[in-house]
């Protein structure tokens, strides 16, 4: 492992999968592996769950860590090269990330989309720049377009509790006051096409299809009612557009999550990669259900981080 970008970065998954649940079975055996190693996390967007994670995970790991609030806590970067910078922004991104490159053994960024420029999200235009003046090797803490950790974790959580040897999970849009990124849907699909246990389906209304690079080897299924009938594991997030680049098409109440959907299910588990807008994507009934694993989910991104962290230090 040189990155973590994509699934592709994870290799062979089910070796990968194997050594996360080794380690949260035993998460401060590997001791040695983070010793006298500094963990760096650069945000350029808001965090909870990756923020603290990946703290956790360094910690677990024996390691030291720092955080940077890109554009808070540090100089106004500018990200065109050959830029005559006479105007606000202080320090090239070239510079910034060569120089953090020298207080860490391996840099985690989160660069979220334009939701604007669909070329320049789609091309990873800001994750590239940090690859080509890195030093050290990058983990993606969600990037324009894809959000590995978060979809490992949820790999590790579907994995830990089901009850049979292939299962049907099911991702299904949900509403939302904003426009929000399409990177979770696309790196659960990224993920979950290729698992070899996993029947998986996407729904969604019309004009919501994701990036087919993603979706191949998903059923796509328009009905989300016909979609859900005997999942056992059921994601719902809200993203926008790919197709009509960032936009809101619909905000249609009926696919929020409610318990007469789940009902459709067979008995199933529910995930979200959360923040979640409760009773606007997902109801509480939903959410609080004994079925949800929404906090085992989240306390599983320590694990991914720390797999991942693993890897790239032993
Ligand atoms: C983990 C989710 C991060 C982000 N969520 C928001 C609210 O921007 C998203 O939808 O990609
Ligand atoms: N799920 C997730 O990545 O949460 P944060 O955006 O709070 O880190």
Known sequence: MKNFLSFADAGDYKALLAQALEIKQNPFGYQHVGRNKTVGLIFFNP????????????YNLGAQAWVLNAGADSWTLEMADGAVMNGTTQEHIKDAIAVMSEYCDVLGVRTFPTLKDKEADYSEEVLSKILQYATVPVISLESATLHPLQSFADLITVA??????RVKVVLTWAPHVRALPQCVPNSFADWFSE???VDFVITHPHGY???????????IEYDQRKALEGADYVQAKNWSSYRHYGEVLSTDPSWMLTPEHMNLTD???????LPVRRNVEVSDAVLDAPGSLIIQEAGNR??????????LLK
């Open 195 to 197: 698992i070899d246990w």
């Open 302 to 311: 320590t694990f991914s981080m720390q797999t991942v962290l693993h890897e």
């Open 160 to 165: 830990e509790t089901k009850t049979k040897p």
């Open 267 to 273: 008995n199933g588990k529910f995930i979200h990669c």
């Open 209 to 219: 299809e994701l990036d087919p690079k993603f979706t191949k080897g998903a059923t």
């Open 47 to 58: 965090s909870l769950r990756t923020r603290l994670s990946s703290l956790k995970a360094a």
